[in-house]
């Protein structure tokens, strides 16, 4: 008998929640059907939305038609994220009693990949989208927010938008920052702005996600950037310095190149060193900084050559990967720097040569001569 009573209370409470739930679809409905969906090809930009997911040229050209008309129906899409109907089931679903889930479909599996989906559309609209996109860059909704900056990312709204990323870089959401921070990475002009925001970004531990499923955290990120800035992001080197304590391999890495990117000071690339020691494609990052000081149109750089070069003789072997470099620097110095100059240089790659591969020092002797 008590069973039976369970057993109606349980089934009213079920019973409750789905009569809710269809009251919510009802209003979803009422919603959507203000929205018109848009269409190309004679087929809605869901259909389209769906064959992006294998970078389907053809879906992307026929969202590209569309204009900027999508933008707001693919925003609503990324503020409910996905079909509201398969939400409110799947909620509906779990607060069932156990004899009402076996007598029900299972719910869908949220899509995942709908947000980049979402992000790679709008991103296909053209310049006249611009605006609408940089303005939903306030948006209250957070996945509006990370979808658009994900949109703006390596095109040239994202230049426009630097103010919004300062903001959006203190935002509440790991993931929007996340965003962000990848959104100035990916910049080429404008990123100065974001300085004293990506300072603050070097103690965010907070992990984001990239497209493929790696893992990054925030403040490693920002430490890639601000050395990608250089010398102009002086006023990071306290942050980054005490970046260099933390526990993550990764993290101290990006740090340590950071470091030896801005500072080009010897006595800061000591602390620079001891991590390079322990990362070997770091050491070809910071030999492809020598080849830029070497060979860039501006004349090169003779002294952050030298900087360099002086941390890789005191790396010794470990900075083995950029022997090649260091011999083709001795050979091939750079004709436009002066008599004295080109001594020092070449001078120093001698002996941090030595110091690295003494046998490719001597070979390199013996034919140089």
């Not at 010398?231 to 101290?252: C, D, F, M």
Request: hydrophobic share 45%; glycine share 6%.
């Amino acid at each position: 008998m008590l069973e039976r009573v369970r057993q109606h209370r349980w089934f009213g409470a079920g019973l409750r929640g789905a009569i809710g739930t269809m009251g919510v679809l009802i209003l979803t409905n009422q919603q959507l059907s203000k929205l018109k969906e848009p269409v190309a090809e004679g087929k809605t930009i869901s259909f389209w939305l769906d064959q992006l997911t294998n970078q389907n040229q053809h879906a992307e050209a026929a969202i590209a038609t569309i204009g900027p008309q999508a933008i707001p129906f693919l925003l609503w899409k990324a503020r409910h994220r996905e079909q509201l109907r398969d939400n409110l089931y799947r909620n509906t679903w779990l607060r069932l009693p156990r004899f009402l889930k076996t007598r029900l479909p299972l719910p869908k599996v949220e899509d995942e990949d709908l947000n980049r989906r979402i992000a790679l559309a709008l991103a296909r609209l053209g310049p006249a989208a611009a605006p609408m996109l940089i303005a939903s860059l306030d948006d209250r909704n957070a996945n509006v927010r990370q979808v658009a900056v994900w949109a703006t990312t390596g095109t040239p709204p994202a230049e426009a938008a630097v103010s919004h990323f300062v903001k959006l870089l203190k935002d509440p959401q790991s993931e929007v920052r996340f965003r962000t921070v990848v959104a100035i990475d990916q910049m080429r002009t404008g990123r100065l702005e974001t300085i004293p925001a990506l300072i603050e970004a070097l103690k965010d531990n907070s992990i984001g996600s990239h497209q493929g499923g790696t893992s990054t955290p925030i403040c490693e990120v920002a430490a890639r950037v601000l050395g990608e800035i250089g010398p102009k992001a002086q006023a990071a080197v306290p942050g980054l310095i005490e970046l260099l304590k933390s526990p993550s391999n990764s993290t101290r890495r990006e740090a340590a190149v950071a470091l030896a990117q801005i500072t080009r000071d010897p006595d800061v690339m000591v602390s620079v060193i001891l991590e390079l020691e322990k990362a070997p494609d770091a050491v070809v990052r910071l030999a492809h900084e020598l080849d830029d000081a070497a060979r860039n149109r501006n004349s090169g750089d003779p002294r952050t050559c030298q900087t360099i070069l002086n941390a890789f003789g005191k790396m010794g072997r470990a900075a083995r990967p950029a022997t090649l470099l260091i011999a083709n620097l001795i050979r091939y110095p750079n004709t436009s720097w002066s008599d004295a100059e080109r001594a020092n240089v070449i001078a120093s790659a001698r002996e941090a040569l030595a110091k690295i591969d003494e046998e490719a020092a001597q070979d390199l002797e013996a034919h140089h001569h």
